[in-house]
């Protein structure tokens, strides 16, 4: 999937559930450590932030990977939902950089300077090899009572 993307297009899809999608939404593999890990070091950075996040083994989510035609069970992608676009790969993972305070923010800023066909590379890297050099949760990522209200759940 690469290219453009209509804002918002997932909400004239009827296979997708309606959610608030105020905010800018973080869909990453909640059984992968490094991808659950990545997510508690954000909320802990930034334990205010308006950024959401959703494992892709849940209802919205699945259904969003369908609507843009990606593979939520073989998950090559995580996806950074904001205004209505997707953000992924390398272009994700700025964008979920982009979601955070200074200095992470200036991260994300910083990264487009790094062309797609190397970031896209470089994370491609990780995610094939992610489960085995981090390792696999038998149970899906589950926030803490302080942060549920940063999961978006169906």
Known sequence: MRGSFERYSYRADPSVPSFDDA????VFD?????????????????????????????????????HYGLDAERFDTFMVLVDGVPHLRWAGALAAARTMP??????????????SVIGDALYNLVQRNRIRWFGRHDVCFRPDAHQSNRVLRA
Not at 102 to 115: D, S, T, Y
């Open 23 to 26: 905010a800018p939404l973080i």
């Open 30 to 66: 909640g059984h992968c450590v490094l991808c659950a890990r990545g997510v508690q070091w954000m909320l802990k950075r930034d334990p205010n932030g308006t950024s959401r996040f959703a494992a892709v083994q849940e209802p919205i989510p699945q259904a969003l990977y369908r």
């Open 102 to 115: 200074a200095p992470w923010r200036w991260l994300g800023q910083i990264g487009r300077i790094v062309p």
